[in-house]
C-alpha cells in the first residue's frame, strides 16, 4: 500500500492551494484519512481528518479556511486550502487507517509536500 500525495508548492498570503492524496495497492478497506503538518523546528500537527462517514475535524488554527473532502472510489483525500497564512508554511503529509488485504489495520503515510506561503 502507497499514499502518493500531490499539489502543494509556493504561494501568496491569502492564497490557495488544493492538496490530494491517493492510495493505491492492495487495499482491503480505507478507515479515516486525513492530513497533518510539520513545519520547521516545530511538532507535526494534525490539520484536519475526515472519516467513512464524511464526518470531519478540524483544529482552530485552519477551521473555516481549510476543508478536508474524499473520493471513496478513487481512494483519494483532498485538502482544499484557502486565505492562507505565512504560518501555515509547513511540510504537508497524509494519513490514510488502511486494511490491505491479509494484513491488521494500519496507519500509512504520504511522502509530504511542501506549502510554503510568502509575499
Known amino acids: 500500500v502507497q499514499l502518493q500525495a500531490y499539489g502543494g508548492g509556493l504561494v501568496q498570503p491569502g492564497g490557495f492551494l488544493r492538496l490530494s492524496c491517493a492510495a493505491s495497492?492492495?487495499?482491503?478497506?480505507?478507515?479515516?484519512m486525513g492530513w497533518y503538518r510539520r513545519a520547521p523546528e516545530k511538532q507535526r500537527e494534525l490539520v484536519a481528518i475526515?472519516?467513512?462517514?464524511?464526518?470531519?475535524y478540524y483544529p482552530d488554527s485552519v477551521k473555516g479556511r481549510f476543508t478536508i473532502s474524499r473520493d471513496n472510489a478513487k481512494n483519494t483525500v483532498y485538502l482544499q486550502m484557502n486565505s492562507l497564512k505565512p504560518e501555515d508554511t509547513a511540510v504537508y503529509y497524509c494519513n490514510a487507517r488502511i486494511r490491505a488485504w491479509g494484513r491488521p489495520e494500519s496507519d500509512y503515510w504520504g511522502q509530504g509536500t511542501q506549502v510554503t506561503v510568502s509575499s
Open positions: 475526515i472519516d467513512t462517514g464524511g464526518r470531519t
Open positions: 495497492g492492495s487495499i482491503n478497506s480505507i478507515n479515516t
